[in-house]
């Protein structure tokens, strides 16, 4: 609905330009004074606003100069109603960047064209500067996955898709004890497509919704899978989207899917980055709660990266913390990586969380986390992430971390 503010201090007439927008079915806010009418500007953005030019405190001139001055009412049209028929006060007023000047007084007709040509108007604008944007933030590549993405998904081609598994280490044992699911997309003519390419595309899209519906049906029958083959402990982690974690119905696909498998809510893992989190911090605790109280692990997915408060950190129903790559690359040899990093282990551990290192690449990055008493680590180190069928073949093996690196 359109929302008009009409700011106006004749009660009679303000009453009357309400009743008649309300007629028309225009969601209407009234100000009294030019000074209640900038507050309400600010905190409603109405999408227009009539303005009377002669006000005692602050007068029209004062609240379009103040508004135009805002970066989140400067562009709102804005009209001014006034008994001054002067060229000179029309001219002030669309200097100060009016957009239309009606002269007291006006028909009913009059008023109601100067709001539809200027919601017309503001309307092409908007379409304009979204196009404009569009064609400046996509490349042409992009666009081409984003078209391929679209044609895979409505014609429900998942067979194209592919979930790998790359296995995390308990540090101690050296033993596997669970895996990440990553996406891949082999496409036949683009060929394979990142994540981080796909992920952010599919994300502004839309089109990440039904994706992950599917990564998530699948790592829960591959896992069941697993555990039937005899690995009842593995636990596998799925990477959660912004857009997942708002779906109102979130925590009962969840559900539903562990029990159609049959699989207990413990092993499986949801990793979300503070970035998700962040945002919307109140909404995301409480969806995390509902998660965490059925038993399904939540993981902090890339930390250090983001910009989570360390306030939050002991609100929120978490499980295990993952250091970012960055921390880990090279730390042996980077003083201020390793204070971070062990400060981190440290923390994690006496808030009684488990702490996996990611991006683990080499003999020395895995001996300094061995001595600072990190749980777990991840990274081309042990394994690349792998096709179910290899991974499988891994577990079968019963690989295991190289124990002599101390
Ligand atoms: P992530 O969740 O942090 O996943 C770890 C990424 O680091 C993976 O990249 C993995 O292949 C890579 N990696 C693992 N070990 C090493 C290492 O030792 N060195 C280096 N240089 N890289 C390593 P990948 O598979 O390209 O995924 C990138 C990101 O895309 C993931 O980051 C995750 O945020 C996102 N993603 C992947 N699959 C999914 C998915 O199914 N759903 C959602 N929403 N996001 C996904
Ligand atoms: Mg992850
Ligand atoms: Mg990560």
């Given amino acids: 609905m359109t929302k008009i503010l009409v700011i106006e201090d004749e009660k009679l007439v303000r009453e009357n330009i309400i009743d008649l927008l309300a007629a028309e079915d225009f969601d209407t806010i009234a100000a009294a004074n030019g000074r209640i009418g900038l507050d309400l500007a600010l905190s409603q953005t109405p999408d227009l606003i009539l303005c ?87 490349s042409p590549k992009q666009q081409m996955i984003e078209m391929f993405l679209r044609r895979a998904i409505e014609r429900e081609e998942f067979e194209q898709f592919l979930v790998y598994y790359q296995p995390i280490v308990d540090i101690h044992s050296g033993r596997i004890i669970g895996a990440e699911s990553l996406l891949r997309w082999q496409h036949p003519e683009l060929g394979m497509v990142t994540p981080t390419e796909l992920i952010p595309l599919a994300e502004s899209t839309g089109l990440i919704l039904p994706i992950s519906d599917w990564v998530l049906k699948n790592v829960c029958q591959q896992m069941k899978l697993w555990h039937n083959q005899g690995f009842t402990d593995l636990r596998i982690a799925v990477n959660i989207s912004a857009n997942q974690l708002k779906q109102p119905n979130f925590t009962e696909k969840i559900l539903h899917l562990l029990l159609v498998n049959n699989l207990v809510p413990d092993c499986l893992v949801l990793e979300l980055t503070e970035n998700i989190i962040m945002p919307d911090i109140n909404q995301a605790i409480s969806t995390m709660n509902e998660i965490h109280s059925y038993g399904v692990k939540i993981a902090i997915d890339d930390f250090g990266a983001g910009y989570t408060s360390l306030i939050y950190l002991k609100q929120l129903p978490i499980h295990t913390l993952k250091i970012d790559r960055y921390f880990i690359q090279c730390i042996a040899n980077d003083v201020q990586k390793a204070i971070i990093t062990t400060a981190l282990i440290q923390m994690a551990h006496n808030l009684n969380l488990h702490i996996v290192a990611e991006g683990v690449e080499t003999e020395q990055e895995l001996a300094f986390l061995r001595q600072h008493k990190c749980d777990a680590i991840q990274g081309f180190f042990f394994s690349h992430a792998l096709p179910a069928a290899e991974f499988e073949k891994i577990l079968v093996a019963k690989k295991r971390l190289n124990m002599s690196t101390v």
């Fill in 52 to 138: 009377d030019l002669m006000m005692p405190e602050v007068d029209g001139y004062g609240v379009l100069t103040r508004l135009r001055e805002k970066p989140v009412t400067a562009s709102i049209p804005f009209i001014f109603l006034t008994a001054k028929s002067a060229r000179t006060d029309f001219r002030q007023g669309m200097d100060l960047g009016a957009d239309d000047y009606l002269t007291k007084p006006f028909t009913r007709t009059e008023l109601l064209n100067a709001i539809a040509s200027r919601l017309t108007k503001q309307a092409s604008l908007a379409k304009q500067v979204s196009t404009k944007f569009d064609v400046q933030t996509f």
